[in-house]
């Protein structure tokens, strides 16, 4: 089975600063490769699929980039309302599989 | 707008079973893949099954294969997980999620519901 690495597992960034957190897959997944954010106490939400699109009504500060194994997510300005747990995950085949997640807090 | 609303979690001994079920509505059940994704206590999230949308195809996490069956009732819009030989490290909060397009990522997520597996 292919896996999800990402890192860092945290980070603790200003507010306005630039973002990226990194996930690699075992294998080449092409660009089947989602992006989610899980707030505290909250469900999981999209906000870039196909490794690179934007969600419809998520804001222009998140994107992401890669194919193949390696993708990032960036925030080009983090803002108050981004602290979240963020997930990577691998779809078009079983197993659906998630990363283990970024934590990102505001210092 | 598409609800999914999980139902039949709790408390249950370790080597007990419990039925969970996603009932659906806002949108057209029987045509869409559907998951079972959990979240143990304070960690990330974990794939646990899949259904094609006739649920004619299931596949299943290593750690819940033999265990769990995943199945749907596209009369009744509804989606369920069976959980067997239920253990510790089953402990967690299962969210049922629906596809956007065949085998795509999750668009949609119910609100979970918590099974506890403890003596």
């Known amino acids: 089975d292919i896996q999800m690495t990402q890192s860092p597992s945290s980070l603790s960034a200003s507010v306005g600063d630039r973002i990226t957190i990194t996930c690699r897959a075992s294998q080449g997944i092409n660009n089947y490769l989602a992006w989610y954010q899980q707030k505290p106490g909250k469900v999981p939400k999209v906000l870039i699929y196909a490794a690179s699109t934007l969600q419809s009504g998520v804001p222009s500060r998140f994107s992401g980039s890669g194919s193949g194994t390696d993708f990032t997510l960036t925030i080009s300005s983090l803002q108050p309302e981004d602290v979240a747990t963020y997930y990577c995950q691998k779809y078009n085949s079983a197993p659906w599989t998630f990363g283990q997640g970024t934590k990102v807090e505001i210092k | 707008q598409v609800q999914l609303v999980e139902s039949g979690g709790g408390v249950v001994q370790p080597g007990r079973s419990l039925r969970l079920s996603c009932a659906a509505s806002?949108?057209?059940?029987?045509?869409?893949?559907m998951h079972w994704v959990r979240q143990a206590p304070g960690k990330g999230l974990e794939w646990v099954a899949a259904i094609s949308y006739d649920g004619s195809n299931e596949d299943y996490a290593d750690s819940v294969k033999g265990r769990f069956t995943i199945s749907r009732d596209n009369s009744k819009n509804t989606l369920y997980v069976q959980l067997n030989s239920l253990r510790a490290e089953d402990t967690a909060v299962y969210y049922c999620a629906k596809e956007i397009v065949s085998s795509s990522w999750f668009h949609d997520w119910g609100q979970g519901t918590l099974v506890t597996v403890s003596s």
């Open positions: 806002g949108f057209t059940f029987s045509i869409f893949g």
